[in-house]
C-alpha cells in the first residue's frame, strides 16, 4: 500500500462518493456510472486510480467487471493515523 496513492485518491470528491456506494455493496462499472453525470471514460479512470491505491478491488463475473470495497487498506489508514494521535499524546 502506498499512502501517497491513498491520499490522492481520497483527495477527489467524486472518488470518494465511488467508496460511499461501495459501502453499500458491489457494483459493475455501468452500476457506478449511473450515479454520476460524467462520461463512462472518467468513471473508468476514477476506478483505476482507486485500484492503484488498493481502495476497490475488481473481480470479473461473466461479462462483467464487479467493483468492491477494500476495508483492509482502509484500516491500515486509520492506524497510520492515529499513530500519530499517539505519538502526539506522549
Excluded: C
Excluded at 55 to 65: E, S
Excluded at 78 to 85: A, E, M, T
Amino acid at each position: 500500500m502506498s499512502i501517497n496513492k491513498v491520499f490522492k485518491a481520497l483527495a477527489d470528491s467524486t472518488r470518494r462518493e465511488i467508496l460511499d456506494l461501495l459501502k453499500e455493496k458491489d457494483l459493475t462499472a455501468g452500476e457506478i456510472a449511473d450515479h454520476f453525470e460524467i462520461s463512462k471514460p472518467s468513471i473508468s479512470r476514477h476506478l483505476n486510480l482507486l485500484k492503484e491505491a488498493e481502495l476497490v478491488r475488481d473481480k470479473r463475473k461473466a461479462n462483467y467487471i464487479v467493483y468492491s470495497l477494500n476495508t483492509t487498506v482502509l484500516q491500515e489508514v486509520i492506524k497510520w493515523l492515529f499513530y500519530f494521535q499517539d505519538e502526539k499524546e506522549k
